[in-house]
């Protein structure tokens, strides 16, 4: 991609002149044909190009035209990096070509670099936090999670099957005449109503005895030959050999022996979930004490903050929470914005959250220019993993890959300043604990 500096106006926007060579541009439209894809819900065939899923499902014979201004939005963050322009908000492409496959294309950028923003004061802030407190409690708790995942069944006295017991049971199953052999076992412990199994089969199975034995159909799930998913009919038989109660397990150094024989004791076994709570509680205290350091610092901005940072701040807070909403919770979005209190309500948080992360993203941003501050690898990875806790590194390779390591490098600064900020703070400490991160091992 080659980018040029067109020319610089009196209100300071920068108007880049872009062109991205025919790999870009087909690249572009691959990632966004994908992304239309997924939105739309189409199921791309194995070995068929998803422009022509897309057709065969949905009817669009020119997919590339559908998705242009997508493909355009993919290549400004590429633009702005190889740039390296910060803009203050992102930016939207003024003068455009064709965008076509296999061929170059050329547009023009104006773009608001991020204003420099000072502070009333440069001074070490003073903040006051909870101590952190004693790592027991979350031990106890994952000993607890870790005996519920390793809990036993053991026999227990015979009587009628109900909703939520346990049993053990022995299966033969087949369609059409043709045994199922993933339906059939001679012995298996199972749980009722747990959702393992259609509902036709819990129906049938609850009310039996310890000895009993029913034959009977359920309906279950299936695919044709297209991979649609269809209902089959299930014929079984069914014999109840026990029933059962879940019992937990006692943790002694017989049992880690047998279960987890990494650990030669059950005291090696508590010292490493001690450490593991103890790494990221520590962790998780220090990006308190940060956040509370860069919070304070944020009262000392200065500055009028342009419309459009506002716009484009709240419209990324929208975003991110329709996707949590979606994905986390069982009510729709509309839903969700009355649990808030309402449109109206739920306006004012988004901008007043707005406003906090932009005053207190400038804040950093002038100490890191204050000080002189240079961002470390560290820092690189402590933003990746602000990210993806998971897998920092994939991050770093997407943002790398989509054009944004603009952002990312930003990210890292602002790490970098909220270190700094922190570690020349005042901390004082109030009674009581901090409250105790989640954990998982």
Request: charged share 30%.
């Amino acid at each position: 991609m080659k980018v040029t500096q067109k020319h610089i106006d009196e209100s300071g926007v920068v108007t880049l002149s872009v062109t991205a060579n025919s790999q870009e541009v087909d690249k572009a439209l691959d990632a966004a044909q994908l992304g239309f894809a997924r939105q739309m819900g189409v199921r791309p065939k194995h070995g068929t190009p998803i422009a022509q899923s897309v057709k065969e499902q949905l009817g669009i014979t020119n997919l590339d035209s559908v998705v242009r201004e997508q493909a355009i939005e993919r290549l400004i963050p590429l633009a702005l990096d190889k740039a390296t322009v910060m803009p203050a908000f992102p930016p939207k492409v003024s003068v455009a070509g064709d965008l076509k496959r296999g061929r170059e294309f050329r547009f023009e950028l104006p773009v608001t670099p991020k204003p420099r923003y000072e502070l009333t004061s440069y001074d070490p802030v003073e903040i006051t936090v909870q101590p952190m407190g004693s790592n027991d409690p979350a031990v106890e708790e994952e000993l607890k999670k870790l005996k519920e995942r390793y809990v036993e069944f053991k026999t227990a006295d015979p009587r009628p099957l109900e909703k939520g017991d346990s049993c053990l049971i022995k299966v033969e199953s087949s369609k059409d005449g043709e045994p199922l052999t993933g339906l059939t076992f001679d012995s298996r412990p199972y749980t009722t109503g747990a959702g393992y199994m259609p509902e036709g089969f819990d129906q049938a199975l609850i009310g039996m005895n310890v000895g009993e034995t029913k034959s009977f159909s359920f309906e279950g799930p299936d695919f044709d030959k297209d991979g649609n998913q269809t209902t089959m009919k299930v014929d079984c038989t069914v014999t109840v050999l026990e029933r059962q109660v879940e019992v937990e397990p006692e943790l002694t150094d017989e049992w880690v022996s047998k279960n987890m024989p990494m650990y030669p004791s059950f005291q090696a076994l508590r010292d490493d979930i001690t450490a593991h709570i103890d790494h990221q509680r520590s962790e998780s205290y220090e990006n308190y004490k940060r956040d509370m350091a860069t919070a304070e610092l944020a009262k000392r901005f200065q500055g009028s903050i342009s419309d459009e940072a506002y716009e484009a701040m709240a419209k990324s807070l929208v975003d991110t929470l329709h996707m949590q909403v979606q994905t986390g919770s069982d009510m729709t979005f509309d839903q969700f914005v009355e649990q808030q209190g309402g449109q109206q309500q739920f306006n004012m948080m988004v901008m007043l959250q707005a406003r906090q992360m932009l005053t207190q993203g400038y804040a950093l941003d002038a100490v890191y220019r204050h000080e002189h501050l240079e961002a470390t690898d560290e820092d690189l990875d402590d933003a990746c993993k602000e990210i993806n806790p998971q897998n920092p590194r994939l991050a770093r390779e997407r943002m790398t890959e989509q054009g944004r390591g603009f952002a990312l490098r930003e990210q890292a600064e602002r790490i970098r300043a909220s270190k700094w900020v922190l570690e020349h703070a005042k901390v004082n400490l109030s009674e009581g604990a901090a409250p105790a991160p989640e954990t998982a091992l």
